[in-house]
């Protein structure tokens, strides 16, 4: 079928998207009410998130370009449309720098507009520069200037734990940033983006007057595509997205919203999708992991090496303080804090009650992603193996092997190095025990994109629920204990309770790991009412 709409998927510039008649979610009316109430703005928020769009929006503002913003909510509200000299910093062009690669190209960056505005030759540091800059610009034009710093943490992300680089990065910024307190007299906005919350002690220290609205309810929506977005707006792009992969519209829904949707960033946050991967899953037909496709963040990675790697998923479902993980990232004891900022785990829900949050894992493709780019290394294999392992599970689980999937994953088991974890953790019950209960969640949790798997929590409920057409499969895990004593674990506490009466088959099985063969050795396997179906006993083997 051919498609009747385009999308922006390689593109943020809004004069091209708009130009060009590309699909866009018009949020103008939030951005008229930003500028109209503040003047110091800085807004966290996830890579491909839109962020940029929006400094490139705000960009054709404040230059007065009312023909590009006709039709559009903003049209009706702004009436003076006045021309302000903007100048615009895309701070990425720093990322992966040296300090003097860095400030030869922040200076670069300056003297775009120096060539607009002119540059006085005394002024030789980017702060200097920086300065002397807004003071020509306010005069060159009468009219107070516009700064728009996008990304602004790209410069330090991939330092956090580089001190000396970290503080000597830190310095230059800080003479750069720190301009933009000093002066406000000649300063009629400034927006600041990023992925970090790298506190404002450290880099904006004089610029007290910065307001992060990141976490505001009124502007939860302002980046990404709200529920009710896709819900008016969108709607015939996912009718059309429907009709090209066979589904309903309903169905199609449910599929945007469990592989893209679950992002919230404020006590009652609007309901939010991924826009990078919903728009590419649009346009490519395509319910793909496009967010970790179009790059990894490496210094994520970089980052978790200096963690427990495993610790990474015992964050989904913590509950914090806003003040636990909104922490700087370079004074944080755990990742928790950059996870989320980054976008790998996201505000679920929000306690009146006791001033806490909730944060999870926000979607399908953000945990497929997360595992897939952390289970090579955690586990010392190969993609290959693990897509391999991955993909003969799934196909068994789907005939209702689950027996054969077992038997898959206690091979994939045997190849595991045993320095994987310390001798110091092995020798506790409870590290060897976390750590098969890891293992069994990253290799279930890969399934989620062959068969519908719904990983529990460690903590006091089942290890593993699969679900397939037919067949609900209840697994628990023990270590250094019995099958039995699973199976009784899974009864006791109901886990198989709320699958009973929809008309698949519940099929409950036991699995026992001991630590000196370091493998699964014994699975027993029940039907709902607890008859045994197959027990697998290799101890003796």
């Known amino acids: 079928m051919q498609k009747k709409f385009s999308y922006p998927v390689d593109i943020d510039q809004f004069e091209q998207i708009i130009r060009q008649g590309k699909v866009y979610v018009d949020k103008t009316d939030l951005m008229f009410n ?38 559009l909510k903003i049209a009706e509200l702004e009436k003076q449309w006045d021309k302000h000299p903007v100048l615009h910093f895309i701070m990425s062009g720093l990322k992966n720098c040296t300090i003097a690669e860095a400030r030869s190209t922040l200076e670069n960056f300056i003297h775009t507009y120096e060539k607009e505005y002119g540059r006085d030759e005394m002024e030789n540091t980017p702060g200097a520069r920086f300065r ?72 904006f220290s004089e610029l007290n007057n910065l307001n992060n609205i990141s976490m505001i309810d009124d502007y939860s929506g302002l980046c990404g595509i709200t529920q009710e977005e896709l819900d008016t707006v969108l709607r015939p792009c996912v009718e059309e997205f429907a009709q090209n992969i066979g589904v309903s519209t309903e169905e199609a829904y449910n599929l945007l919203k469990k592989q893209y949707d679950g992002y919230h960033f404020s006590k009652n946050s609007k309901d939010v999708y991924a826009p990078f991967s919903l728009l590419k899953c649009l346009n490519d037909r395509d319910l793909n992991n496009y967010w970790f496709e179009a790059g990894t963040s490496l210094s ?3 980052y978790l090496e200096h963690y427990p790697l495993r610790n990474a998923f015992e964050y989904d479902g913590i509950e914090v303080d806003v003040d636990e993980f909104n922490i700087p990232c370079e004074d944080a004891e755990t990742p928790m804090p950059l996870l989320y900022q980054s976008g790998y785990l996201s505000i679920d829900t929000y306690s009146k009650r006791f001033n806490t949050y909730t944060l999870r894992i926000p979607n399908r493709e953000v945990k497929t992603g997360l595992i897939k780019c952390l289970m090579p290394i955690l586990m010392h294999s ?48 409870e590290g060897r025990e976390n750590f098969y209960k890891l293992l069994l969640y990253l290799v279930f949790s890969l399934l989620n994109s062959k068969v519908d798997v719904e990983v529990k929590s460690i903590l006091g409920r089942a290890d593993v629920v699969v679900q397939t057409e037919d067949d609900v499969f ?63 006993n290799f101890k003796e083997q």
């Not at 940029?52 to 404040?62: D, G, P």
């Not at 940033?177 to 406000?184: C, F, H, I, R, S």
């Not at 077992?406 to 091979?411: A, I, T």
């Not at 006791?492 to 050795?521: F, H, L, M, P």
Request: proline share 1%; charged share 30%; aromatic share 10%.
């Open 132 to 203: 002397g800059l807004i003071h020509r610009a306010y005069e060159k034009t009468g009219k107070k200037v516009v700064i728009i710093l996008d990304e602004y943490d790209s410069p330090i992300t991939r330092l956090l734990h580089e001190h000396k680089d970290l503080e000597e990065m830190r310095s230059l910024l800080r003479n750069f940033y720190q301009v933009l307190k000093d002066e406000g007299e000649y300063i009629r906005f400034v927006f600041i983006t990023g992925i970090t919350k790298f506190s404002q002690l450290s880099i």
């Open 34 to 71: 930003l500028v109209s109430n503040y003047t110091y703005v800085f807004l966290a928020r996830p890579r491909r998130f839109g962020k940029s769009l929006l400094c490139n929006t705000l960009h054709a503002y404040f230059d007065g370009k009312k023909e590009l913003f006709e039709g």
């Open 382 to 429: 190969t993609t290959n193996e693990g897509n391999t392992t991955i993909t003969n599970m799934a196909k068994a689980i789907r005939r209702g092997d689950l027996s054969q999937a077992l038997v898959c994953l206690r091979s994939y088991i045997a190849g595991i190095p045993y320095d994987i974890i310390t001798k110091e953790e092995w020798d506790k019950k």
């Open 300 to 302: 994520l990675l970089k």
């Open 474 to 536: 209840v697994i628990e895990l023990k270590v250094d204990d019995t099958v039995k004593a699973a199976l009784a674990q899974i009864d006791e506490k109901d886990y198989a309770i709320q699958w009973s009466a929809d008309g698949r088959k519940v099929t409950k099985c036991g699995v026992s790991i001991t630590s000196d063969k370091r493998n699964i050795t014994h699975w027993r396997i029940t039907d709902a009412d607890g008859n045994v179906v197959e027990d697998k």
